[in-house]
């Protein structure tokens, strides 16, 4: 943007003699200049947007300063939010290079899309958790308890996948116990519908609602602050994430190398360390 | 001659800063009208239960807003106009202070005292009463950011009428609630509606209090700001299509209000 300005400050002074109007044309069309690019940082020779699932933050942070380690010419920009937000801003011509989602039907629908470069593929999994803060007001300890009428709960919308996870759970143990009406009793005690699972995490670490479905690695990361309640066997979903490289990077070097670097012992490393399984 | 052309410049700049400005508003409400009306179904989006329980919602919470924000902040403008008090400016800061927090960071606060276990939410669910992520809560997260909007014209509007009016009043026998209600209410009434109108106005685009301290839930919390986000994340048209009828509402509101205003200023 520098650039920009400057090549138009040139053109003004070499255009003729140094007149006020045209120092004035020249500082409207910077401030234009300016406008219009706006925060535009200076693009990095090497740089990869990677857009990754909300619960992957601290993992993926790890893992991009670890890569960046390894290959100093490449810079990595993150961008977090719910999968379900990351694909609709793909879907709209987001320069996104690699998206690594929180669960496979996001990931499957941008391929179906032709936006995928690489077939998706699971780098990890995680496990879907029920978490109250860890005074733990209500006493809570099973499924059944979150119909009380006084429970508030907290949980994600049906798009993004810990909200679809949790729903999935639910629907399975309903199933398992011949109870129609528990999901629905279940439903009516969320306080909130969250679009990513940290604002989940969020509400129950301020100790302002009951329980929620979040994922283990929440748990663990909220350092105490959240305590996990153990889901029967037969509301235990499995929540496999998936990484692919984007069609508009396709054949980008860096881009592939990051994915590598997602599967390689040293990103499963770093991924086991916040609470994730591998396949290692 | 010369005096002609400087006064032309001067013309000209202060015109074209209005230009500049009426565009830089002007044009991306208006793209976002045309391809609302070209890519989305603006009506289906106004027959959707989604856009319809949310405007309901919308307009329900924001008038009990307004109302409380009126019935509360009308004393409150008139004691920062009218009397000095100890710790004034203090009071009057903290009563700016929403308009400058981000509205997520009010919610937060919000939350945090009244949740269920704040110091004010705490006694109130040890008797059984939710305030937070309930219909209630949106009002109140509307109330905490809008209520400054109508406090800072309410108090403006006191500042401006003649106390020798006021004093003539009372002179002629009427107590100090008559003469409010008859001298000094009337003359700010310009203000106070005013006032009144932006408080509305902010409510009714109120989003990061409200998501925050009332939470997301369809038919009970969820707003039109919040129902336009949730769309934005799936399906952009839909979020269009409500955009565009919560701003026809707004701009439709905002100049009758103002008409109204005016002509309450004329009349009396």
């Known amino acids: ?280 | 001659m010369r005096r002609a052309q400087t006064f032309t410049w001067g013309g000209l700049v202060v015109g074209l800063s209005a230009a500049i400005l009426v565009a830089f508003i002007g044009i991306p409400v208006g793209a976002l009208i045309a391809r609302g009306f070209i890519e989305g179904d603006v009506l289906e989006a106004l027959r959707s239960p989604v856009a319809t329980t949310a405007l309901w919602l919308s307009l329900a919470t924001s008038a009990i807003a307004v109302a409380v924000a009126v019935a509360l902040g009308t004393p409150a403008a008139y004691l920062l106009a009218r009397r000095s008090f100890p710790g004034r400016s203090i009071v009057d800061t903290l009563i700016d202070l929403p308009v400058v927090l981000p509205p997520v960071v009010g919610g937060l606060a919000l939350l945090v005292a009244l949740g269920r276990n704040g110091v004010i939410g705490g006694p109130f669910d040890a008797a059984g009463v939710d305030v937070a992520f309930t219909t209630g809560a949106v009002v109140l997260a509307q109330l905490f950011v809008a209520v400054p909007f109508y406090i800072r014209a309410a108090r403006a509007g006191f500042e401006s009428v003649d106390r020798r009016l006021e004093a003539v009043s009372a002179t002629l026998g009427a107590g100090g609630w008559r003469t409010f209600r008859r001298v000094t209410v009337p003359l700010a009434l310009p203000s106070l509606i005013g006032g009144a109108v932006m408080c509305w106005a902010r409510a009714l685009g109120e989003f990061g209090a409200t998501i925050m301290f009332a939470g997301n839930v369809f038919g009970r919390t969820q707003t039109m700001p919040l129902a336009i986000l949730e769309a934005i994340e799936t399906d952009v048209d839909a979020a269009l299509a409500i955009a565009i009828v919560l701003i026809v509402l707004a701009f439709a509101g905002l100049l009758v209000f103002k008409g109204l205003a005016r002509l309450g200023g004329r009349v009396l």
């Open chain 1, 1 to 280: 943007m520098t650039g920009w300005v400057s090549a138009l400050v040139l053109r003004y002074r070499s255009g003729g003699p140094d007149s006020l109007t045209a120092w004035r044309a020249v500082a409207v069309a910077g401030l234009v200049a300016m406008l219009v690019s706006g925060a535009c940082g200076p693009v990095h020779d090497d740089e990869i947007s990677v857009y990754a699932a909300a619960s992957l933050r601290d993992a993926f942070t790890e893992i991009a300063r670890e890569f960046e380690e390894t290959r100093p010419i490449t810079r990595v920009v993150l961008n977090f939010a719910g999968s379900q937000v990351l694909r609709a801003q793909i879907e709209r011509g987001a320069p996104a290079d690699v998206f690594a989602s929180a669960d496979e039907v996001h990931a499957r629908e941008l391929e179906a899309a032709s936006l995928l470069a690489t077939s998706p593929r699971a780098f990890a999994a995680n496990a879907l958790a029920l978490a109250v803060p860890a005074d733990n007001p209500r006493g809570l300890g099973t499924i059944e308890e979150l119909t009380y009428a006084d429970v508030r709960l907290v949980m994600g919308v049906a798009d993004v996948p810990v909200g679809r996870y949790a729903r999935a759970a639910l629907q399975r143990y309903a199933l398992a116990i011949g109870n129609d009406g528990l999901v629905g009793a279940v439903l009516d005690n969320v306080a909130s519908f969250e679009t990513n699972v940290r604002l989940v995490a969020a509400k129950l670490e301020l100790g302002v609602v009951d329980a929620g479905f979040v994922y283990r690695t929440d748990v663990l990361a909220s350092d105490g602050a959240l305590v996990e309640i153990a889901l029967p066997p037969a509301a235990v979903v499995a929540a496999p994430y998936p990484i692919a490289v984007t069609q508009r990077a396709a054949g980008r070097a860096a881009a592939t190398a990051f994915t590598d670097f997602v599967h390689s012992p040293a990103g499963q490393r770093i991924l086991e360390a916040h609470g994730f399984q591998t396949f290692g």
